[in-house]
């Protein structure tokens, strides 16, 4: 195997020089998807992850397909020395923040524990990265710092002055603190990502999302329920001002995802400050939608019962991703199809493994 990474990074980066990248929570769904991007684009990659929810294994198939070696280091991001030793051993030009909690429900009955792994994490990577001058930052934020959104789609000038729950104010927390960082130093450069709705998986089937207790997400559900891990889907609510009557959704492929945070890469090789941005498709889906979609695509009857509405829920939320295309040169591709047949590629080579 190719062992091409962690050279000296000589200047100002660019797109065709070797970067060393951290990336934080590179185990988990969408950073390993992530660092297998970042090496086929020629980067050095460091994963520091606590495996809280990822395993070592991951490893092995972000190598696999990337063809070539990345550095794992097990730690926490709230690990102040393990953030030392580690940023003086590679010399970081980047970071890539994907670490951290992401569960709205979870987050309800342990708002301490996330705020703590979120706005703690950041800041001691924050501060790490100000001793070591590293001053270029993606960091995964998330359109749940909308809470209900007061227009569709969903543009960033939209108010963010109430998400629905402690994980949304969380990564809202963390915004702020970026915006004020670099307020304060113009030399930082920021991209703050809001995700919309993330699914699929790695086309190889290699990697995806493999939640390990019941899922809470819709794709991650039906994809069990079509192999048989669960009886059957609940269609949370059929009775929203919406085209179907159930809840809509801005779902985009992780690969898609990816790619915006390589453009985003791009874009703050040529430009400090502090830019967010939505990524999303810009199409709204509804879950009947996306059943009948994964049907078509699957051959697979999902069986499904309705219920009342999950409580929290909006009804409809999609992005308007055209800042993101504007200023990143950069627009989700893959079709709701591509979506629901990566899944499933996932969802079969996981249930081969566990065989
Ligand atoms: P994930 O849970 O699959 O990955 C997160 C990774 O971070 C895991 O490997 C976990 O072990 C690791 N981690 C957690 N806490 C850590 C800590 N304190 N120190 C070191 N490592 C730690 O999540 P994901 O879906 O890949 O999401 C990545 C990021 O994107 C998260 O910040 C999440 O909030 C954000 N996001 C995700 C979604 C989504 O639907 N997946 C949507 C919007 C935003
Ligand atoms: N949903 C559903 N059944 C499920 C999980 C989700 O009907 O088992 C619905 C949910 O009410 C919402 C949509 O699917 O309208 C997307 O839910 P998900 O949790 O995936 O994303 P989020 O609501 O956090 O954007």
Not at 70 to 94: M, P, T, Y
């Amino acid at each position: 195997m190719h062992k091409g990474f962690l050279r000296p990074v000589y200047g100002s980066y660019g797109v065709d020089s070797l970067l060393n990248i951290l990336v934080t929570g590179g185990l988990g769904y969408i950073g390993s998807q992530a660092c297998v991007a970042l090496v086929q684009a020629g980067h050095g990659v460091v994963v520091l992850d606590d495996l809280s929810n990822s395993q070592r294994s991951v490893r092995e198939q972000i190598e696999k397909i990337a063809g070539s070696e990345i550095h794992l280091e097990i730690g926490d991001i709230r690990d102040e020395e393990c953030l030392c030793r580690l940023f003086n051993e590679f010399n970081f030009s980047v970071v890539f923040h994907f670490a951290g909690l992401k569960s709205p429900l979870e987050s309800v009955a342990v708002p301490v524990d996330y705020y703590d792994c979120n706005v703690n994490g950041t800041l001691s990577l924050l501060k790490q990265m100000k001793r070591s001058q590293v001053k270029t930052l993606v960091f995964s934020s998330s359109a749940s710092v909308y809470g209900i959104p007061a227009e569709i789609p969903v543009t960033e000038k939209n108010s963010v002055t109430n998400p629905s729950h402690p994980y949304g104010r969380s990564k809202l927390v963390v915004e702020n603190i970026l915006a004020d960082l670099s307020s304060a130093d113009r030399e930082w450069r920021i991209a703050c990502l809001r995700y919309f709705n993330p699914v699929g998986a790695h086309p190889s089937g290699l990697l995806g999302e493999n939640p390990q207790t019941i899922p809470c997400n819709l794709m991650p559900y039906i994809v069990r329920v079509a192999s048989g891990r669960l009886e059957k889907l609940s269609v949370f609510g059929v009775d929203y001002s919406t085209v179907d009557g159930t809840g809509v959704r801005d779902y985009i492929h992780v690969q898609d995802l990816v790619e915006g945070h390589l453009a985003a890469l791009n874009y703050l090789e040529c430009n400090s400050g502090f830019i967010t941005l939505n990524l999303g498709t810009g199409q709204g889906v509804s879950v009947l939608q996306l059943i009948h979609e994964f049907e078509n695509v699957t051959e697979i009857k999902i069986p499904f019962v309705t219920t009342e509405r999950r409580a929290g829920d909006v009804a409809e939320c999609w992005a308007d991703a055209s800042l993101a295309e504007n200023m990143l040169g950069w627009k989700a591709t893959r079709t709701l199809a591509d979506m629901c047949r990566d899944a499933w590629r996932w969802e079969q080579q996981c249930l081969q493994k566990s065989s």
